[in-house]
């Protein structure tokens, strides 16, 4: 007997979506029957995409979206809401990273990590999770009751690793959110998780794989591979699932073994 994950009449809101894993996230929650909302900053990869997935028989719409920028996120999520209805679903996917010692670390390295992954992460999440609760109140029109929020953190957010510790030190407050947030909003059926990836090979890394640090890496893992953004589709896929009710305030670790 097959199972298959079905999100048809579902909309779901992805960010950082022009590349990498937000990309990825898209076309999987697409082939799944979802409405997607590209967001990001980047317009015309955003398009780009949006045709492909058209292309391939889903319903894809895009809006503009600055995560540093809270009347930005409100605009972005006003926007979706009012072109596509009610958001079901929300991956909390924008991040980046700077590469250096700690000590090296200066006021401007740090608000850029923190800005994006922390505190950007956190007023999208707020801003869905308010309409969500409304909707779940009785106090906004919706048909589908409760949600789907996955946090995507980094498995640097359970194990600290060098050079990228501020990195680490954004994605493990993301984790700390998720469960606060499954804490507060699980009772009105929103269902809050994070995916804590490992390293996967993505248009902003590939390079970095063929290089003899890149090498030297990929060696001092448990089966010496790095993943591909694909690897990733199941765990998200169970997340959003209508099914997963009984899965709320979850770290799923997606790093091939490297956190044991």
């Known amino acids: 007997m097959s199972y298959s994950i079905n999100l048809e009449g579902r909309v779901a809101l992805v960010t950082g979506a022009s590349s990498g894993l937000g990309a990825q996230f898209a076309r999987t929650l697409s082939k799944a029957g979802a409405c997607v909302v590209l967001a990001g900053r980047r317009m015309e990869r955003l398009k780009d995409l949006r045709a492909e997935l058209e292309g391939n028989g889903g319903d894809a719409h895009v809006v503009q979206l600055d995560v540093t920028d809270v009347a930005s996120i409100k605009a972005a999520v006003a926007h979706a809401e009012t072109e596509v209805g009610t ?48 909707r779940a109140r009785g106090s906004a029109p919706g048909t ?44 009105y059926g929103i269902n809050v998780n994070a995916i804590c990836p490992g390293y996967i090979d993505t248009e902003i890394n590939h390079h970095h794989w063929g290089t003899e640090q890149g090498k ?6 448990p089966r010496k591979r790095v993943g591909q953004p694909q690897d990733l589709d199941t765990s998200l896929l169970m997340l959003c699932a209508n099914e997963s009710h009984f899965i709320n305030g979850a770290v799923i670790q997606a790093d091939d073994g490297f956190g044991v």
């Open 87 to 134: 958001l079901d679903i929300l991956i909390n996917n924008s991040g980046v990273s700077r590469t250096q010692r700690l000590t090296d670390v200066t006021e401007n390295d740090y608000d850029y990590v923190m800005d994006t992954n922390t505190r950007g992460a956190f007023f999208v999440a707020q801003e869905v999770g308010k309409r969500m609760l409304a």
């Open 216 to 221: 030297k890496l990929i060696d001092m893992l």
């Open 144 to 187: 589908f009751i409760g949600g789907r929020i996955v946090n995507v953190a980094s498995m640097a957010g359970l194990r600290v690793l060098g050079q990228i510790g501020v990195y680490a030190m954004s994605k493990a407050a993301v984790i700390h959110m998720t469960r606060a947030m499954a804490l507060e909003w699980g009772r």
